[in-house]
C-alpha cells in the first residue's frame, strides 16, 4: 500500500492552486487545509481534520492539493487514495461526511442569502452576473469564509480578490 501511495505522488506535478488570501498559512510546507483541498473532501465525503492533514508529508499534502477531483471516478481515486494515506499516517479511518447533493456554490443563479447578508456587513452587494462568472471554487471559499467557526478575516480578502469589491 505505501509503494502504491508513493507512486501516485509521483504524477506529472502542476502548480498548485492556492489563493493569494491563503498565502499567509501557505509556505512551503503547506500547514493549512487550503480551499482546493477542502472543496474536493467535501466532494469526496470526508472529513480531513489539521492533525491529520499536519502528518502528511509536503509531498503528499501538494499531491491532494493537485490531483484531480471532477468525475466520478477522479472523485473515488480521491478517495481512496486520501482513506489510505490517513490510514497509514494516522492508523485511523477517517471520518465521513455527507456529500451535499446541490450545494449552494452549484448554483450560479442565485447567490446565497447568507453570504449576501455576510457582504453586506461591508455595504457589499454580490450581483448574479458576478456570482456567475466565478469559478466553482471561488464560489465555494467564499461560501466557507463567511461561516461562524472560520478565519472571517479572510472574507474580505477573497472579496477583493475575485473582483468583487
Given at each position: 500500500?505505501?509503494?502504491?501511495?508513493?507512486?501516485?505522488?509521483?504524477?506529472?506535478?502542476?502548480?498548485?492552486?492556492?489563493?493569494?488570501?491563503?498565502?499567509?498559512?501557505?509556505?512551503?510546507?503547506?500547514?493549512?487545509?487550503?480551499?482546493?483541498?477542502?472543496?474536493?473532501?467535501?466532494?469526496?465525503?470526508?472529513?480531513?481534520?489539521?492533525?491529520?492533514?499536519?502528518?502528511?508529508?509536503?509531498?503528499?499534502?501538494?499531491?491532494?492539493?493537485?490531483?484531480?477531483?471532477?468525475?466520478?471516478?477522479?472523485?473515488?481515486?480521491?478517495?481512496?487514495?486520501?482513506?489510505?494515506?490517513?490510514?497509514?499516517?494516522?492508523?485511523?479511518?477517517?471520518?465521513?461526511?455527507?456529500?451535499?447533493?446541490?450545494?449552494?456554490?452549484?448554483?450560479?443563479?442565485?447567490?446565497?442569502?447568507?453570504?449576501?447578508?455576510?457582504?453586506?456587513?461591508?455595504?457589499w452587494h454580490i450581483?448574479?452576473?458576478?456570482?456567475?462568472?466565478?469559478?466553482?471554487?471561488?464560489?465555494?471559499?467564499?461560501?466557507?469564509?463567511?461561516?461562524?467557526?472560520?478565519?472571517?478575516?479572510?472574507?474580505?480578502?477573497?472579496?477583493?480578490?475575485?473582483?468583487?469589491?
Amino acid at each position: 500500500m505505501k509503494a502504491d501511495l508513493e507512486n501516485n505522488c509521483d504524477t506529472a506535478v502542476i502548480d498548485p492552486l492556492y489563493f493569494r488570501f491563503e498565502e499567509d498559512f501557505m509556505e512551503d510546507n503547506v500547514r493549512c487545509i487550503p480551499m482546493a483541498v477542502r472543496f474536493k473532501l467535501d466532494a469526496s465525503g470526508i472529513k480531513l481534520k489539521l492533525a491529520e492533514w499536519s502528518r502528511f508529508t509536503v509531498k503528499e499534502r501538494t499531491q491532494l492539493t493537485i490531483q484531480a477531483c471532477g468525475s466520478q471516478a477522479e472523485i473515488l481515486a480521491y478517495r481512496n487514495y486520501l482513506r489510505e494515506l490517513v490510514l497509514m499516517r494516522t492508523g485511523n479511518e477517517p471520518a465521513n461526511i455527507k456529500i451535499d447533493p446541490s450545494p449552494a456554490w452549484a448554483n450560479i443563479y442565485q447567490v446565497d442569502e447568507s453570504l449576501q447578508a455576510k457582504a453586506g456587513e461591508y455595504d457589499w452587494h454580490i450581483s448574479v452576473p458576478q456570482w456567475i462568472a466565478l469559478s466553482d471554487l471561488q464560489r465555494f471559499a467564499l461560501l466557507k469564509l463567511y461561516r461562524p467557526g472560520h478565519e472571517n478575516k479572510n472574507f474580505p480578502k477573497a472579496m477583493n480578490e475575485f473582483k468583487l469589491v
